[in-house]
């Protein structure tokens, strides 16, 4: 089955740090262009970094400096670090590959 599966969302206080994980399944991560995206409440979702096959990765402007994207082709996951978090980070924290969008997971950042 081809499922993208994202966890390690949770609730935390300002300037604190997560990791989220996207799991993949049914392909490989390696050969595709990888990225999360979130979507706050009431509010479009938006791109917050991606990260090609060859490496390369990109970042909105507001996270750089702040958040790493990277990915482990071995266990074919990607991750997102978020460190210095900001409550304006609050938002439900979605992976992409192509097409293919995982469940979400929320990420909750009190002040």
């Known amino acids: 089955q081809v499922q993208l599966v994202e966890s390690g969302g949770g609730l935390v206080q300002a300037g604190g740090s997560l990791r989220l994980s996207c799991a993949a399944s049914?392909?490989?991560?390696?050969?595709?262009?990888m990225g999360w995206y979130r979507q706050a409440p009431g509010k479009q979702r938006e791109l917050v970094a991606t990260?090609?096959?060859?490496?390369?990765?990109n970042y909105r402007d507001s996270v750089k400096g702040r958040f790493t994207i990277s990915r482990d082709n071995v266990k074919n996951t990607m991750y997102l670090q978020m460190n210095s978090l900001k409550p304006e980070d609050t938002a439900v924290y979605y992976c992409?590959?192509?097409?293919?969008w995982g469940q979400g997971t929320q990420v909750t950042v009190s002040s």
């Open positions: 992409n590959s192509r097409a293919l």
């Open positions: 049914g392909f490989r991560i390696s050969g595709n262009p």
């Open positions: 990260i090609v096959s060859g490496g390369n990765t």
